[in-house]
């Protein structure tokens, strides 16, 4: 059984940083993609940043670009997203998962507010 735990959401204003992390438990993803998603009020869940697991090749939403950095560690299963200069349109939860993403995975996302 795959469990995917987000956490380090919280409000913040607008231009500052928050890092989130992704824990992976219950099934070894050494041989994945992973990546983060998001959702904001009334709007479908989009893709935000992804790595490979193996040489850490690092894909970005054109949003985020030059702001948000994913990160892993292998060792621990782990998976981080460092977003800088936040801006209230980065509002939503957000989740991580494969990528392409696995129906089966999706955890309770952490809650990201930015204030302008």
């Known amino acids: 059984q795959v469990q995917l735990v987000e956490s380090g959401g919280g409000l913040v204003q607008a231009g500052g940083s928050l890092r989130l992390s992704c824990a992976a438990s219950?099934?070894?993803?050494?041989?994945?993609?992973m990546g983060w998603f998001r959702q904001a009020p009334g709007k479908e869940r989009e893709f935000v940043a992804s790595i490979t697991w193996n040489i850490g090749f690092t894909r970005y939403a054109d949003s985020v670009k030059g702001r948000f950095t994913i990160s892993r560690d292998n060792a621990k299963n782990m998976v981080y997203l460092q977003m800088n200069s936040l801006k209230p349109e980065d509002t939503a939860v957000y989740y991580c998962n494969r990528n392409p993403p696995n129906d089966d995975y999706w955890g309770q996302g952490t809650q990201v507010t930015v204030s302008s």
């Open positions: 219950g099934r070894t993803f050494s041989v994945n993609t």
